[in-house]
């Protein structure tokens, strides 16, 4: 797409032109103001969907009578040229004509003359962007929904490539219980599935056409907003003309569904960073996602998840941007809403980013099991699994709490293992303790307990991971070949 065109002063002057909205008006705005006001320089990422809403806005008139079908056609096929010219590069934006919109719509004037001015009949640049970004908002959902699916994916064949293996669950970053690795990964997966949902959601609730609100308050011309809801693919026309052009809650509900999604991901990215440290030494990045320090030759850095990271902070200051924006706005339009479209774009683009590296991440870890296996047994995560051996036996769970409680400070003072206990000692803090107890000792023998529903039993996250195999339709023969 092309630049702005960067016209001298002398240029700009000279090129100057009456603007389409100035006809009361005799004197033309100062260059501060032009270059304060325009937004060209960024809304012309909705260009796809302005000649979009135009095409169908100049069919229906036409279909109306509000139009002829020769100056309908002159209009679908000069947007079709200025379309491409825009692909293509050849197309100047000019600074002067404010914005997408008037952009493309006194490049149609120059192209075609007179045809051209009949297409702004019944529409009025509020309902003209607001359907453009409702539009873009739309396939930008698509693309992001597309993206957390292929993470999903990436999640779910790391965790076939490391089956069996167990690892630390935390509470309080402190150990708590052995967890399935699977286990843990799938949690990122329901979360993710989540954000999806929160998206289609959002996408639904969008999905109504402002077109033919124009100004704020409809129009006395017969217009047939339903004929343009339907050819622009929305489920029907707003019903509130005031409402159509003046509320971006749309907008505010997008971000908020990003910013959930970036702190998903910062979580995952805080955890792999984490991981990755000697301290811990759970996983090993590959050397294409990581980098290197300028002056320590040793390090090898995690640095796409630390950015995944950081880059969350960006997306939730975006959808804080846009609630600070709204939060004054008396109905119906303001000139405030202008501003929506920067952190719309920023917030989709970095959200995109974060999801398409921390996909390749996933890609390419591979985690420790050596390492991982011999530091397992610390942190006496086998003690709620005999506190569960004690109920079984009958015993009240607060009870067994404290029976439990005194056996890891036994554990502590002689520096072992729940396991590694001799029977006369656990017998001496209760008699209630059999042979049968060390079947509920070690994390392998922990992790076989588990078997509630959702849990991280083998069965019970065999079946979870059956599930999401078959919803995302994953193909497991890559998977085999590797193995």
């Not at 959902?141 to 790391?158: E, F, G, T, Y």
């Not at 050397?287 to 390090?299: A, E, L």
Request: overall charge negative; glycine content about 6%.
């Amino acid at each position: 797409m092309a630049s702005t065109q960067p016209w001298t002063a002398q240029e700009q002057e000279k090129a100057k032109e009456a603007k389409l909205w100035g006809g009361r008006f005799e004197d033309s705005v100062t260059d501060a103001v032009e270059r304060f006001s325009e937004s060209v320089s960024f809304d012309k990422a909705l260009y796809k969907q302005d000649i979009m809403g135009s095409r169908a806005h100049a069919r229906m008139l036409a279909h109306q009578g509000l139009m002829t079908v020769s100056d309908r056609d002159s209009i679908l096929h000069g947007l079709d040229e200025i379309e491409r010219r825009i692909e293509a590069g050849e197309f100047v934006w000019r600074m002067d004509r404010e914005d997408v919109h008037m952009n493309i719509e006194a490049a149609l004037t120059d192209m075609i003359g007179e045809p051209a001015k009949k297409l702004h009949t019944a529409r009025s640049r509020n309902d003209q962007v607001v359907t453009d970004l409702r539009l873009w908002c739309r396939e930008a959902i698509d693309k992001i929904v597309a993206s957390i699916k292929q993470l999903q994916v990436a999640l779910i064949k790391l965790g076939l490539n490391n089956e069996g293996l167990i690892v630390p669950g935390y509470t309080h970053l402190q150990r708590a219980q052995p967890v399935l690795l699977q286990h843990l990964l799938l949690s990122y997966v329901e979360q993710l599935e989540r954000d999806v949902g929160r998206l289609v959601d959002c996408k639904d609730r969008m999905n109504f056409c402002p077109l033919g609100a124009c100004a704020l308050a409809g129009t006395g011309l017969p217009i047939d907003r339903f004929l343009t809801s339907d050819a622009l693919g929305f489920t029907a026309p707003m019903r509130n003309s005031i409402d159509a052009v003046s509320d971006r809650d749309f907008v505010l509900e997008f971000l908020s569904a990003n910013s959930i999604t970036a702190v998903h991901l910062s979580r995952l990215g805080e955890e792999w960073v984490l991981w990755a440290s000697e301290e811990f030494g759970f996983l090993t990045p590959s050397d294409s996602v990581s980098t290197g320090s300028s002056i320590m030759p040793q390090k090898k850095n995690p640095d796409p998840m630390e950015l995944v990271r950081g880059k969350s902070a960006r997306v939730v200051g975006d959808l804080m941007t846009l609630l600070v924006l709204c939060k004054g706005l008396p109905q119906a339009y303001n000139r405030d809403l202008q501003e929506d479209k920067e952190p719309l774009f920023d917030s989709v683009k970095t959200v995109l980013g974060m999801l398409e590296v921390t996909t390749e991440f996933a890609q390419n870890i591979a985690f420790n099991h050596a390492r991982i296996q011999k530091v397992l047994p610390a942190g006496h995560l086998d003690a709620t699994t005999l506190a569960d051996y004690l109920v079984n036996k009958g015993m009240p769970f607060r009870t067994s709490h404290e029976i439990v409680g005194r056996c890891v400070a036994l554990c502590v003072t002689k520096n072992c293992q729940l396991s590694e206990l001799p029977l006369d000692q656990l017998q001496g803090i209760n008699s209630i303790f059999k042979e049968d107890v060390y079947d509920f000792l070690g994390v392998e023998n922990s992790v076989d307990k588990f078997s509630s529903y959702g849990s991280t039993g083998s069965e019970c996250v065999a079946e979870q991971l059956n599930f999401w195999i078959s919803k995302l339709q994953i193909d497991q023969t890559e998977n085999e070949k590797t193995e």
